[in-house]
């Protein structure tokens, strides 16, 4: 894994309440995390999305209509992400469209319950990657479903260095509270609350596209 020389506050969470919140983590306050953002803050939890989102990844719309998880039943006809062109260029922007992606690939997990488009963008280097995977899997089991919980990206900031095997950046990552419901409806474990937390992503390119080698939370 290539060394790491920036981010001296960045330090792996460790605890395995990770897998189980999510991402559900970190800074209660509903500001930035972090000064001089390149990208502007957008949407609380639940809000209509703004301009940093809505510019995001394209989506293709599967056979019927989207509807979301809630305490009746399972989402349906989740649109699934579409990596844009952008996002395999080995260029500060192209990095903050792989972001982007990544987050959309996520929310996809979430949602679903799949995780085929997300794990091949992390490296096993990723260990909380792993978890949260882990925690993914858990909100799926036996039927169970997860309603809620969707990430909003408001500021990602990259932090180029020309030249560097590993680049990093740094990430608003706000997070709607997750609902978890059993096969008969019941609930399936104690809801996560609703949370704004800033994390640290490194990121490798290689043979043309982005994967993330490692991730935590920023103190």
């Given at each position: 894994?290539?060394r790491r020389?920036?981010?001296p506050?960045?330090r792996l969470p460790?605890a395995?309440a990770?897998?189980?919140a999510?991402l559900?983590?970190?800074?209660s306050?509903?500001g930035?995390p972090?000064?001089?953002?390149t990208?502007?803050a957008?949407?609380?939890?639940?809000g209509?999305?703004?301009?940093?989102?809505?510019?995001g990844?394209?989506?293709?719309?599967?056979t019927?209509?989207?509807?979301p998880?809630?305490?009746?039943?399972?989402?349906?006809?989740?649109?699934?992400?579409?990596m844009?062109?952008?996002?395999r260029e080995?260029?500060?922007?192209?990095?903050?469209?792989f972001?982007?992606?990544w987050?959309?690939?996520?929310?996809?997990?979430?949602?679903?319950?799949d995780?085929a488009?997300?794990?091949?963008l992390?490296?096993?280097t990723?260990?909380?990657?792993g978890?949260i995977?882990?925690g993914?899997?858990?909100s799926?089991?036996k039927?169970r479903?997860?309603?809620?919980g969707?990430?909003?990206t408001?500021v990602i900031?990259?932090?180029w260095?020309?030249g560097?095997?590993?680049?990093?950046s740094?990430?608003?990552v706000?997070?709607?509270q997750?609902?978890y419901?059993?096969?008969?409806?019941?609930?399936?474990?104690?809801p996560?609350s609703a949370?704004?937390s800033a994390?640290?992503?490194?990121?490798?390119f290689e043979?043309?596209?982005?994967?993330?080698?490692?991730?935590?939370?920023?103190?």
């Amino acid at each position: 894994m290539p060394r790491r020389t920036f981010l001296p506050t960045f330090r792996l969470p460790v605890a395995a309440a990770v897998a189980a919140a999510l991402l559900l983590a970190g800074c209660s306050s509903g500001g930035s995390p972090f000064a001089n953002p390149t990208t502007t803050a957008a949407p609380a939890p639940g809000g209509s999305a703004g301009p940093s989102e809505s510019s995001g990844p394209p989506t293709v719309s599967a056979t019927g209509a989207y509807k979301p998880a809630d305490a009746q039943g399972k989402a349906q006809n989740v649109p699934v992400p579409v990596m844009p062109a952008l996002a395999r260029e080995n260029t500060k922007e192209g990095l903050e469209a792989f972001i982007r992606y990544w987050y959309a690939q996520q929310n996809f997990s979430i949602e679903t319950g799949d995780l085929a488009g997300w794990t091949p963008l992390y490296r096993n280097t990723c260990a909380t990657c792993g978890r949260i995977a882990t925690g993914i899997k858990d909100s799926y089991v036996k039927g169970r479903w997860s309603a809620g919980g969707k990430i909003h990206t408001p500021v990602i900031e990259v932090l180029w260095v020309d030249g560097a095997e590993a680049q990093q950046s740094k990430v608003q990552v706000v997070q709607d509270q997750a609902d978890y419901y059993n096969a008969d409806g019941s609930m399936g474990r104690p809801p996560e609350s609703a949370s704004n937390s800033a994390f640290g992503i490194f990121t490798v390119f290689e043979a043309n596209e982005w994967t993330v080698s490692d991730l935590g939370l920023i103190n």
